[in-house]
């Protein structure tokens, strides 16, 4: 007897696995099946894409007694997409089921229909630690009949911060369990936590290295924060992915990121954890379906998608850590497939470059560019100034902020000066349009024998601003009225100096309790005169 049968899987469940396609057991779940089965604590070290999920799932699924009113098993993950994903092959593998024992529990639903889902008899739990802890403390949840617990992802748990609601979740479960701890690395951390909670647990992994499936090509692209953004345009239009993820370390350089790729005419979107529920089982739906081929990610938010087709991972800020990095990668390449990842990495990202080299034991081939014609990478872009932390910095020295360098050919569409990340440009062009619109301006004027006019009189002539007139010698001050009964005598005759009070920009303001003579009222100083003459 061979395949999962030969694991101790009932014909049952190898007949609902052969429709999907799933023939033979991975390493995984050939080594933690059959100690799930016979009830053991177990830590299973596998990364993701090894299917590890039908290797907790079936020993659970055979295990569920159809007699216990209550739920049964817990599964916790660390992101509502894992929780999402895990629930789908739960009801995959129970489609002749009439009705559905799972319940997925995740913050942003309804409460109120979570609440009518648990009166319906629930097996099986599937849930976040955020919106589970919620239903405890509501009495909505009891977990006293739970006999299988599993954490999935235990590394990421711990990493984003969850340690105390996992204990406080587990400290509220029976005693009498059987615990399955599934994680891609093992950090002290995570071997802490199973040290406390686990009985005797045996280890399995099914790989030495700890590295990701052997068929993701990776790759590292060394550029400069400036031209980050022209190097990762060339690599999407090199590469033509099919379905691609890209990393951003923050929220709000996902945000920025998107919107500059699709200002350039890509189909993207972004994925972080301010976006509300609703918009990110909409952005995943789009993703899955291929109505959008490029997914602008966090890590956190990223955590476990498995989605089939992802032929590319593009490191656009590198991971912080080896760890990361293999969850990252992970993300192509699933059950097998080929993949790709690349990272971009500009001089300041070397170290850690280095110590994931060295956390992954091996090196990532270096790959040049060819030379960017098409994609200016010294014209830069919002999110290298950001990097740099020049946000309100002006691109090159005594030019004001807004205009652009007078003969550079910005022809990555960025415009000079827009300053960081979170800030628009005044008028800004589409990227792809830019150039296009500087040469069509040249074309005009030299068909009409007028030059061609400053980025400045466009604006101002576009938001009815005028041009600053200034005087022979002394530009005029704008914006400031004058002051005084004899202003509007105001001015210069020659290079004789003017009666006090004649003009703003060139007589010395009146102190408190003076007239603009200089003098104060009931006691006339001639000490502000005075210091006038003697400059």
């Known amino acids: 007897m061979s395949g999962f049968e030969g694991l101790g899987i009932s014909a049952k469940w190898s007949a609902v696995l052969k429709t999907y396609g799933i023939g033979q057991p991975t390493p995984i779940q050939e080594q933690a099946i059959p100690l ?50 895990i629930t789908n092959e739960v009801n995959k593998l129970l489609i002749t089921q009439e009705q559905s024992q799972v319940l997925c529990v995740y913050g942003g639903q309804d409460v109120e229909r979570q609440l009518k889902k648990l009166q319906g008899g629930i097996s099986i739990i599937v849930a976040t630690p955020g919106r589970l802890l919620d239903h405890m403390r509501r009495g909505t949840v009891r977990l006293s009949t739970v006999s299988m617990f599993v954490l999935d992802e235990a590394d ?57 499936v052997k068929e993701i090509r990776q790759s590292v692209v060394e550029t400069t924060d400036r031209g980050k953004l022209a190097a990762l345009r060339q690599l999407i239009d090199q590469y033509r992915p099919y379905l691609a993820i890209l990393f951003c370390r923050t929220k709000r350089r996902v945000s920025k990121l998107n919107a500059e790729l699709q200002e350039a005419g890509y189909d993207s979107d972004e994925l972080h954890g301010d976006l509300s529920q609703a918009k990110r089982e909409q952005v995943m739906e789009r993703f899955r379906e291929a109505r959008i081929q490029l997914l602008v990610a966090t890590d956190v938010a990223a955590r476990g998608l498995d989605v089939e087709g992802v032929t590319h991972v593009f490191n656009y800020d590198i991971p912080p850590d080896a760890e990361s990095y293999i969850h990252r990668i992970g993300r192509t390449g699933r059950a097998g497939g080929e993949g790709v990842a690349v990272t971009l990495v500009s001089p300041r990202d070397r170290v850690a470059l280095a110590n994931i080299e060295r956390g992954i034991r091996m090196s990532i081939r270096r790959k040049p560019l060819d030379k960017l014609a098409a994609y200016d990478m010294s014209a830069g872009s919002e999110l290298s100034q950001e990097r740099r932390g020049g946000g309100e910095r002006r691109i090159s020295r005594g030019e004001p902020r807004g205009q652009e360098r007078k003969g550079s050919a910005n022809r990555a569409g960025i415009r000079y000066g827009s300053g960081s990340i979170g800030h628009e440009s005044e008028a800004r062009v589409s990227l792809r349009g830019a150039q296009e619109g500087r040469n069509r301006r040249n074309d005009r004027a030299a068909a009409s024998g007028q030059p061609e006019r400053s980025q400045r009189s466009v604006r101002a002539e ?5 041009e600053r007139t200034e005087r022979p010698g002394r530009p005029e001050r704008r914006g400031r009225p004058e002051i005084g009964r004899a202003a509007s005598a105001g001015g210069r005759a020659g290079k004789r100096r003017p009666e006090a009070g004649t003009s703003l920009g060139l007589s010395k303001p009146a102190r408190h309790g003076q007239t603009r003579s200089g003098g104060a ?6 000490r502000g005169s005075k210091g006038r003459r003697g400059r």
């Open 36 to 85: 799930l089965l016979a009830g053991k604590d177990t830590i299973a070290r596998a990364q993701t894409g090894s299917g590890k999920t039908i290797a907790f799932l079936l020993p659970i699924l055979e295990r569920i007694d159809p007699n216990v009113d209550g739920v049964q098993a817990l599964i916790m993950t660390p992101t509502r997409e894992l929780a999402l994903q």
């Open 521 to 526: 009222r009931g006691n006339s100083s001639p």
């Open 462 to 466: 576009r938001y009815g601003k005028t």
């Open 156 to 212: 990421q748990m711990l990493h984003i911060g969850f340690l105390n609601e996992v204990e406080e979740i587990i400290e509220q479960l029976p005693y009498k369990r059987q615990t399955m701890l599934f994680s891609a690395t093992m950090p002290e951390s995570v071997r802490r936590l199973a040290s406390r909670y686990m009985r005797e647990p045996v280890t399995v992994q099914a790989e030495e290295r700890q590295m990701p």
